[in-house]
């Protein structure tokens, strides 16, 4: 259930020889002052100062942000990762209580290679990500229309096209194609289920992963993970599954590529011709309003002559894609689908 998390500790120590990249101050090619460096932590009393710090394995992010409202304190040490990542190598399954612990540990002891002191479980957490990845019936583009009409309170909704984002600056719902994900990360996905759609509920900030999920620090995450899957059932549900939608044929990825297939036999125009066909199967029963309308509004007849005639090609198109048959699922039954496996 648990996938990116992001940890911040403020008490920790840094060995003399920790593995850390330092960027130093930038200096100003004209006049060769110096700009301004933050204490990013002392060792044996000596500040150690610069721009940034960091470290970044294959597994695990970390890096030192400088308290710019207090210059003389020492900076905050982030670190981010997935927490199945760390344990199994891949992110696709969740962990369990014993994968999560394990991976906790492997931080923890990452952290003392590196040479940084610290409890890991007592790190602020600053981001939690709750993901679920479910095998779907259809590819993910056939639940593009269904994503689009979920619409949760106080959020903003954003489609890239292989993603839907639904929330705010504090936190989001994602829903994406996993596969697709991992096949762009050149991460091998033979033997995954084809039609893999992700879902993940990600608290961005440390206030709302208290006010979500009533968590503080790292050590309380292991033994919380039952009420975490609780939490973000809830959550999707009150946020963005609450809506009912109408039985319509839905079009799926199969279906569209037979009736454009219709249209190419047809047509070398064959696009053209399918979103006519299309329009006018919706409109068969308006076909002569619109006609009329067109008669209404054209400037002159022979202007509407020219649409009217490409009106009754489009009716033309529209019976033969009526040779393609319904889609055998509707919108409610895709939305069904998906709120039953992301919320289960």
């Excluded at 060792?43 to 210059?71: C, D, L, Q, Y």
């Excluded at 008669?295 to 894609?321: C, F, H, N, Y």
Aim: proline share 4%; aromatic share 8%.
């Amino acid at each position: 259930m648990l996938d990116t998390l992001k940890l911040t500790l403020e008490d920790f120590e840094v060995d003399p020889g920790a593995e850390l990249q330092l960027q130093p101050a930038s200096i100003n090619a004209g006049t060769g002052e110096l700009a301004t460096e933050h204490v990013l932590w002392r060792i044996n009393g000596r500040e150690v100062r610069g721009m940034k710090a960091w470290h970044n394995s294959e597994r695990v992010n970390i890096t030192f942000n400088p308290r710019r409202e207090a210059p003389g304190t020492q900076a905050l040490c982030i670190l981010q990762f997935s927490v199945p990542k760390v344990a199994t190598g891949g992110n696709y399954y969740p962990t369990d209580y014993r994968g999560t612990q394990a991976a906790l540990e492997a931080v923890q002891k990452h952290l003392d290679d590196v040479g940084i002191r610290a409890n890991l479980k007592r790190a602020t957490v600053g981001r939690l990500d709750a993901a679920k990845t479910v095998a779907a019936r259809e590819p993910f583009a056939g639940y593009a229309p269904v994503l689009s009409r979920l619409n949760g309170k106080r959020t903003e909704r954003r489609d890239y096209g292989n993603m839907f984002l639904f929330g705010n600056t504090r936190w989001e719902a994602a829903f994406y194609d996993k596969c697709e994900e991992m096949r762009r990360a050149k991460v091998p996905v033979a033997g995954l289920p084809v039609n893999s759609v992700r879902a993940e509920l990600r608290a961005l900030k440390a206030s709302k992963v208290r006010e979500l999920f009533g968590i503080e620090r790292a050590g309380e995450l292991v033994d919380s993970l039952n009420h975490i899957r609780a939490v973000y059932r809830s959550h999707m549900e009150e946020q963005l599954f609450k809506h009912e939608l109408p039985d319509d044929p839905a079009l799926s990825r199969s279906d569209l590529v037979e009736q454009l297939t219709v249209c190419k036999e047809r047509s070398r125009f064959w696009y053209r011709a399918w979103c006519m066909g299309y329009a006018m199967q919706q409109l068969a029963r308006d076909a002569d309003a619109l006609k009329y309308a067109v008669r209404v509004v054209a400037s002159d007849p022979k202007t509407a002559r020219r649409i009217i005639k490409e009106i009754e090609q489009g009716e033309r198109e529209g019976l033969a894609l009526q040779q393609v048959g319904p889609s055998s699922r509707t919108w409610g039954e895709l939305y069904d689908e998906l709120k039953e496996k992301v919320l289960a």
